[in-house]
C-alpha cells in the first residue's frame, strides 16, 4: 500500500483592490460557517460590506413558532454580523424554506444590488452538494442562482425598468461574484488573523445552535476544520474558500 498522502489543494489570493460588498445569503448564520472570518479581514481593512438576507430563518428552530423565531434569529444575525464590523443587515423577509429560483427572485436581488452598488457581490456555495454526497439545501441553492443573475440585471435598465425611480439607477459595476465554501472553490483569503472574530461571529447564533440539539457541538473545533483546510491550499494557518465567479466577457 502506498503511503502517500492526498496533495492538498492549491488556491490562488482573492483580490482585494475593491472597496464595497455586498453578501447575499437565504439564512441568518449561512454566513457565519466560515466565511464571516474573511469579512472580519476585509471590514479591517477599511472596506464596507453589507448584509442581506433573504429570510429571516424564521423556519429553522423546530421547537419555536416561526413567529418568534423570526425577531430572535434577525436580533442574532445583527449581533454575529456587528463583531466581524458589519453595521448594515437588511432583511428581505421572504418564506424560510420555500424560496424559489426565477424571476420574482431575481427581480428582489436586483434592487438591492441596484441601491447597495458594490464592486462585489458575495453569497455561500449554491452548488448542488456540499462535496461528496452532502446535499445543499434548496434555499442556498436559488439564491446564489438569482443572485448570478441578477448582478446582471441590475446594469440593464430594461429588466426591472419599474425599480428605476426616485433617483435609483442601473448598476453595472459588479466585478464578480463570490461563493464561500463552494467544493469547486479556486481562491481563499488568509483569516488566521481573524479567526477568532470568525468563531465570536458563530457564537451569537447561540439560539438556533442550541435548536439543532448537537449535544457537545463546538463552534471554534467546528471552524478550525474548515478553515485549516482552507489554509492548507493557500500555505497559512486558517484560510476561507471561495468560487470566483467573474462578470463581463472574456
Not at 64 to 77: N, Q
Not at 188 to 209: M, N, Q
Request: charged share 25%; hydrophobic share 40%.
Amino acid at each position: 500500500m502506498s503511503d502517500e498522502r492526498p496533495t492538498p489543494p492549491s488556491f490562488d489570493l482573492l483580490p482585494e483592490d475593491w472597496q464595497t460588498a455586498l453578501f447575499v445569503v437565504a439564512h441568518p448564520d449561512d454566513i457565519e460557517y466560515g466565511s464571516a472570518a474573511a469579512v472580519a479581514r476585509w471590514t479591517g481593512q477599511g472596506k464596507k460590506v453589507v448584509y442581506c438576507m433573504v429570510t429571516s430563518g424564521e423556519a429553522g428552530i423546530d421547537g419555536l413558532h416561526p413567529d418568534e423565531c423570526r425577531s430572535l434569529r434577525e436580533a442574532e444575525e445583527i449581533a454575529s454580523a456587528a463583531t466581524v464590523g458589519v453595521d448594515e443587515v437588511l432583511f428581505l423577509r421572504l418564506p424560510d424554506g420555500i424560496l424559489e429560483y426565477g424571476v420574482e427572485l431575481r427581480r428582489v436581488l436586483a434592487k438591492v444590488v441596484r441601491e447597495q452598488k458594490p464592486d462585489i457581490a458575495l453569497t455561500i456555495n449554491f452548488r448542488e452538494t456540499f462535496g461528496g454526497t452532502s446535499l445543499n439545501q434548496a434555499d442556498h441553492i436559488a439564491v446564489g442562482k438569482a443572485l448570478l443573475d441578477a448582478v446582471r440585471d441590475a446594469g440593464n435598465r430594461w429588466v426591472f425598468s419599474e425599480q428605476l425611480t426616485d433617483g435609483l439607477e442601473p448598476w453595472g459595476g459588479v466585478q464578480a461574484v463570490w461563493a464561500g465554501g463552494s467544493p469547486q472553490a479556486t481562491h481563499a483569503v488568509d483569516v488566521t488573523d481573524t479567526f477568532a472574530a470568525g468563531v465570536a461571529s458563530l457564537k451569537e447564533h447561540r439560539a438556533y445552535i442550541e435548536g439543532l440539539g448537537w449535544e457537545g457541538w463546538d463552534p471554534e473545533e467546528f471552524l478550525d476544520g474548515i478553515l485549516r483546510g482552507g489554509g492548507q491550499g493557500l500555505g497559512v494557518t486558517h484560510a476561507a474558500t471561495f468560487e470566483v465567479f467573474p462578470l463581463g466577457w472574456g
